[in-house]
Structure formats: structure tokens, C-alpha cells
């Protein structure tokens, strides 16, 4: 434990089994098209304060501020990226406003844009030859500024329904980097066919 960190402290923390190893059997039962058997790690203790995430500073040290050759789409308020590294999934990209915005703080107009955006993004990924459904993911942990993850389902992949989906990027043989870029383009096209601009940085 670091000298300025301590635990938790409030009832919700109070009755947790710090230290166990907690059955995963509900998972298991809830997601039996994705898993069979998981085994979870010992319960670790949870001490504050947290560790800051990138950008909780402001956008001086924040990843989605900085200019990116992963940027295939954006317009004056959003921009998509992906394309960082080949996975399993035919897309996986990442939704954020282009100025330092949180959930919180976000003024109207960027919050307004985000429902038709999303709209966009559903339909330019299922585009994607072999792709049923268009699933969004927020976690809010990697970065202090507002993003949301899109990610492609196969067509027919019933194991990959729901909150498993994420998992299976890192577990399916990675695409071909020519069908990885097929796919990037065929998604940030059909984006700009609609506004904004594709591959800003190219």
C-alpha cells in the first residue's frame, strides 16, 4: 500500500471479502455463449485516493487532445479513431470529443451532436462486410476525457453477444492489415459521406 493511499472506507466497502476468491459462476451462467469456465483473481483491497487517469490534469498531458495519425474521421466537435493496432473484431474504434471534455462537463452542443453521431457510427460500422450489430462501450477509466468505444460484431458470432464482446478482440486470429484498412476506410467514408472529414491526417 502507498503511504498516500489508504482504504476505502463507506459501508458498500466495509462488507466486501477483501483477500477471496469470489465464484465467477454467475458469469458463467449469465454469458454461457461466451464462457465455460473463469477463474477470478483474490479480491484486491481498494485504496484511494486513485491513481489519476491521463488528462485528469487538463489537455497538456492527454492523449485524445494530441493530434493522431488514428484519426479516420472528425468534424468541428468529434473525431473517431482506431486502426492503433489489428484485433480480432472487423472495427473497434474510439468516439471522443475534439476539445478536453468530461460527461459532467460537456456543453449542450457537443452532447446534442453525440445521438446523430452515434447514429452514423452504428450504420457506417455495420457497413463492414460480415458485420451484424454496432456495440458501444463506455468505462470511464482510461482516460479524463470523454470517450466511448464502437465495436463491430461478426454476423452470427452469438458468443459474442453483450458485455463479452470487448474480450474476444484480443482472442480472435487478428485481421489482415489489408482487410484492417478495408475496413477503416469503408468506416470513415461512410462517416464523411455524412460530414466531416476522413483521414484528416493523411
Wanted: net charge negative; hydrophobic share 40%; proline share 11%.
Amino acid at each position: 500500500m502507498s503511504a498516500t493511499q489508504h482504504p476505502a472506507e463507506s459501508p458498500y466497502h466495509a462488507r466486501l471479502p477483501i483477500g477471496e476468491r469470489l465464484d465467477a459462476t454467475p458469469l458463467t451462467e449469465g454469458l454461457p455463449w461466451a464462457f465455460e469456465q473463469i477463474t477470478m483473481r483474490p479480491l484486491e483491497p481498494m485504496l484511494v485516493p486513485e491513481a489519476p487517469r491521463g488528462g485528469e490534469s487538463g489537455p497538456e498531458d492527454c492523449g485524445p487532445c494530441e493530434p493522431s495519425a488514428h484519426t479516420i474521421w472528425r468534424d468541428d466537435l468529434w473525431q473517431v479513431r482506431s486502426g492503433w493496432e489489428i484485433g480480432g473484431l472487423p472495427f473497434v474504434g474510439a468516439i471522443s470529443p475534439r476539445e478536453h471534455w468530461l460527461l459532467e462537463d460537456a456543453p449542450v452542443d457537443v452532447l446534442a451532436a453525440f445521438g446523430p453521431l452515434m447514429q452514423r457510427v452504428s450504420a457506417a460500422v455495420k457497413s463492414i462486410p460480415g458485420v451484424a450489430r454496432c456495440h458501444f462501450a463506455r468505462w470511464n477509466d482510461g482516460s479524463a476525457h470523454l470517450h466511448l468505444w464502437a465495436l463491430a460484431r461478426p454476423a452470427g458470432m452469438m458468443q459474442g453477444r453483450g458485455a463479452g464482446l470487448a474480450f474476444w478482440d484480443e482472442i480472435l486470429p487478428a485481421m489482415p492489415p489489408e482487410m484492417a484498412e478495408a475496413n477503416l476506410r469503408r468506416v470513415a467514408e461512410s462517416l464523411a459521406s455524412g460530414g466531416g472529414a476522413a483521414f484528416p491526417g493523411r
